[in-house]
């Protein structure tokens, strides 16, 4: 799946981890860390049940990332998330126009069956 949209996800979380990585407060890790996760991330989107019509990661009933995963995402888009409007201004402005769109319904393949 490579719709406008996923694009767009895996740009921003790409810049999103890009600018953690060196200027968050511990950039320790290694590159190859980051890349892995970008890669992941990139994965994540690429299976995304919602595809075009996904709702923010942070809104989605839907969590697809690792507990352990999920949680160093979190942070990093919490300390990136601001700093990104003076850098990306643009696709801060379409992230965030996206996190006020609703949560579409769970496609009927995904639903728990009764």
Not at 13 to 24: D, E, N, V, Y
Not at 46 to 75: I, N, S, T
């Amino acid at each position: 799946m490579s719709g406008k949209r996923i694009l767009r996800e895996k740009l921003t979380i790409g810049k999103m981890i890009a600018l953690w990585q060196c200027s968050g407060p511990q950039a320790s890790e290694s590159a190859e860390h980051y890349q892995a996760l970008q890669a992941y991330a990139n994965k994540r989107l690429d299976k995304c049940v919602f595809g075009e019509e996904k709702p923010a990661c942070k809104q989605c009933p839907v969590h697809c990332y690792q507990p352990a995963k999920r949680e160093e995402m979190k942070q990093i888009m919490r300390w990136a998330g601001p700093r990104m409007l003076l850098r990306h201004p643009i696709l801060t402005i379409r992230h965030l126009i996206d996190d006020r769109r609703p949560v579409p319904e769970l496609p009927e393949k995904y639903r728990p069956r009764k």
